[in-house]
């Protein structure tokens, strides 16, 4: 199993920025993607980013040029955030998995991004 814990997310103002944290634990070696989800009210669950098993990152065309995901030896991933927009506001998921399985997911963390 592994257990994915997000951190990070809060109130920002629109253009403001912020970095969101996922910290993977457990038999973190049967993980080869990582990506980012996030859900607004409303509406469905959606894909904001990650990296694929051939560690190339993907982004969603609403967040390309303001957002971008990192990580580091430890399988930890981050997400960082810019030039922030009100329709940005959902909770955001940290998901891990293989290939373009995701099968372990955090809690999620809130990110509200005021006009």
């Known amino acids: 199993q592994v257990q994915l814990v997000e951190s990070g997310g809060g109130l920002v103002r629109a253009g403001g920025s912020l970095r969101l944290s996922c910290a993977a634990s457990g038999t973190t070696f049967s993980i080869d993607a990582m990506a980012w989800y996030r859900q607004a009210p409303g509406k469905q669950r959606e894909l904001v980013g990650g990296f694929t098993s051939g560690g190339k990152t993907n982004y969603a065309d609403s967040v390309k040029g303001r957002f971008t995901i990192s990580r580091d030896n430890a399988k930890n991933t981050y997400l960082h955030m810019s030039s922030l927009k009100p329709e940005d506001t959902a909770i955001y998921y940290c998901?891990?998995?293989?290939?373009?399985?995701?099968?372990?997911w955090g809690q999620g963390t809130q990110v509200t991004v005021s006009s």
């Open positions: 998901a891990a998995g293989r290939g373009s399985n995701y099968y372990f």
